[in-house]
């Protein structure tokens, strides 16, 4: 029987450029906003881990920044695709297959910014998350901010109302679920485990010495008209990037989107 990790590694194994295409080509308002709220601090010359950065996104805009980047991932073929990136943009990262659940390979604090942007919602069991969680906490310096991602349980909605309306039919359980209120953990894409907004605050603050500083939706209020977007011109869809970066950190708009990010700071405790 395969383990977890082994179902999540042969996912992202078969085709990276599926995922990189995905915010190039498919949701690139999501790398917009989030990259933009990430400049409000992340300083000249910080050291970043990007844990579970996949083919490396976001690694590899921040190397280009000429910051010293780590991106480390469960997936050979991610860490691969990375580094042939990296050639092709003439700059420097450095790339390493590893485990969100065991960063043992870098002492404590060695990095300003640790990026959690993928593993938290590919760990079905709690007590998993937290481990990731106090890692990712260990290797980043005091006063250094987290970056944690999650997948939201509305935003399956969105996902299905948008691209698989018919659904509705067959997925009775999972909207229980969402009228609940509750996170759900479950065997979807891979293993997946989709929060509400409280839990995933809730999941933050469990652990001691990160302080949350903001939340944000990644994709604002565009994820449910992705495809209204791709009819617009580059200039109309900047226009609304900007309006979409404009509400994401509102309460009452976090919602909306598929992901929300939490930017915690570590803090003496």
């Not at 950190?249 to 803090?267: N, Q």
Request: charged share 30%; glycine share 6%.
């Amino acid at each position: 029987m395969r383990s977890d990790i082994q179902i999540v590694k042969e996912h992202y194994n078969e085709n990276p450029k599926i995922e990189w295409d995905r915010l190039q080509k498919k949701h690139p308002y999501e790398k917009y906003i989030t990259i933009k709220i990430m400049d409000k601090y992340i300083k000249d010359g910080d050291s970043i881990l990007d844990i579970g950065g996949g083919p490396g996104h976001y690694s590899i805009h921040y190397a280009l920044m000429n910051h010293d980047v780590t991106l480390l991932d469960l997936s050979d073929e991610n860490i691969k695709f990375a580094k042939n990136k990296s050639r092709q943009y003439k700059t420097k990262l450095k790339a390493i297959v590893g485990n969100a659940l065991d960063l043992s390979q870098f002492t404590d604090e060695s990095f300003d910014v640790v990026f959690l942007m993928g593993p938290i919602y590919h760990l079905i069991d709690e007590e998993d998350r937290i481990r990731a969680l106090q890692e990712a906490k260990r290797v980043l310096k005091k006063d250094g901010h987290l970056f944690t991602s999650f997948i939201m349980m509305y935003g399956g909605l969105i996902y299905d109302l948008r691209d698989l309306p018919k659904v509705v039919f067959k997925d009775a359980p999972y909207f229980d679920v969402v009228g609940n209120g509750e996170s759900l953990s479950f065997k979807a894409f891979t293993n997946a485990y989709m929060s509400s907004i409280s839990d995933s605050e809730e999941l933050i603050n469990k652990i001691d010495g990160l302080k949350i500083i903001t939340e944000f939706s990644q994709e604002g209020i565009l994820a449910p008209y992705m495809h209204n977007l791709e009819k617009l011109t580059k200039a109309e869809r900047i226009a609304w990037y900007d309006v979409s970066y404009s509400l994401c950190e509102r309460k009452e708009y976090l919602s909306h989107g598929e992901h929300l990010m939490i930017v915690s700071k570590k803090i003496k405790w």
